[in-house]
């Protein structure tokens, strides 16, 4: 019987330790948590966006496009399903968002535990692991408390982003020491933070609109939906959904800019006639600001018109109001990371190409997705396909 130690409780770690148990394997999961699947009870702000019904490579991003795809595709959506409702999870579909009907994410982490201590898995809690060591043809997990032999190892520590405590960076830490390259880290499915200076002035601020993503002159990208103003720049799940390109590229020193439509039901064309006509039919008692008052927020008002009331002018700034990319705004207030171990150096089994029986599963690879359940997926299917491989006797091919 092959000993595998998976190194995170989140997703994608208990995940591999379900399916490496299944397969056979004598498993023990370490996490640095007091307990397992902390991260699961924030996703879906509490109600656990499990997967979308909507499954394309286009959904997954890494530097190596075409890698995420191969690894899904050996655990799809529908083996996710099947999987949960194993479990005892009944699912709702909101518009291809998949949910636990009951709306809460901690029943997701609450069944998964219960079938991992079914399934005989060891959950050690707060260790902290500090070393992976090669010992002739096995490893040795050290904590800062034990040592923990094995024929393999799965790392699934997830990343630093997210408020949630206990979020970390030891992943790439473990990857690094191993001799893997790292892609850069960054924020991702984050607000943004841009150039100006009036942002505190519209903070609290939201609106409909419609964005689109400029990078050196080329659209990267758009959304439609909700746009919240704040303090540093904007932020929604809209700007979220295209952030991650938005950050990357100015971090390489690239020009990013978020291009604001916020009437997009009218063409500029019609939008200057409305503003005429408002200030024709109540010109004569209503100053400038007062003159926008039931069209828009009165904190965008303040920012978008001062003396004068321009038909022009505003219609041109409501219709692409644009937002000079700084970066994003913390990590700590981003829901994911992009960037992490550079799937090149990895198998399609997710193991290491320099070290057989080391695997990599979620997060902490470089993969990531938009909201709507995919990083989940992500997760779901990756720690599936480690799992299984890492339990398997002989070479993996």
Request: hydrophobic share 35%.
């Amino acid at each position: 019987m092959k000993r595998v130690v998976i190194i995170g409780g989140g997703a994608s770690g208990m995940m591999a330790a379900i399916q490496a148990a299944r397969a056979g394997a004598a498993v023990t999961l370490l996490e640095h948590n007091e307990k397992p699947g902390k991260k699961i009870l924030a996703t879906g702000n509490g109600r656990c966006n499990l997967t979308n019904l909507v499954q394309e490579p286009s959904r997954y991003r890494s530097s190596q496009p075409d890698f995420p795809w191969k690894i899904i595709t050996q655990y799809p959506l529908e083996d996710t399903l099947a999987f949960f409702s194993e479990l005892g999870i009944y699912i709702k579909d909101r518009g291809g968002w998949v949910y636990p009907y009951s709306d809460q994410a901690a029943g997701v982490a609450q069944v998964l535990e219960m079938e991992a201590r079914h399934q005989k898995v060891k959950i050690k809690t707060t260790e902290e692991v500090t070393d992976i060591l090669r010992e002739d043809d096995r490893y040795l997990v050290k904590t800062a408390t034990w040592k923990y032999p094995c024929d393999s190892v799965i790392v699934a520590c997830g990343s630093p982003a997210s408020n949630v405590e206990g979020s970390s960076a030891t992943g790439y830490a473990l990857a690094e020491k191993l001799g893997h390259a790292i892609v850069k880290p960054l924020p991702s499915l984050c607000g943004i933070r841009g150039k100006d200076n009036y942002y505190p002035k519209w903070a609290g601020s939201r609106m409909d609109g419609r964005i689109i993503l400029e990078v050196n002159g080329k659209i990267i990208g758009q959304e439609q939906g909700e746009i919240l103003f704040t303090e540093y720049g904007i932020s929604g799940i809209s700007v979220f959904q295209l952030s991650r390109y938005a950050v990357r590229e100015a971090a390489e020193g690239k020009t990013a800019v978020y291009h604001l439509d916020l009437m997009p039901k009218l063409t500029k064309e019609e939008l200057v006639q409305y503003l005429a006509d408002r200030q024709r039919q109540n010109g004569t008692y209503k100053n400038p600001q007062e003159l926008l008052i039931g069209l828009l927020p009165k904190k965008i008002i303040d920012v978008l018109v001062k003396k004068t009331y321009e038909p022009e002018k505003i219609a041109e700034k409501l219709k692409d109001w644009q937002i000079s990319v700084k970066g994003a705004y913390a990590l700590r207030q981003a829901q994911i990371c992009s960037g992490g171990v550079d799937p090149e150096e990895l198998t399609d089994h997710l193991e290491s190409r320099f070290y057989p029986g080391v695997y990599f599963a979620g997060e902490v690879i470089d993969v990531d997705g938009p909201c709507g359940g995919y990083n989940l997926q992500w997760a779901w299917s990756s720690g599936a396909v480690a799992g299984k491989a890492a339990a398997r006797e002989g070479k993996i091919l």
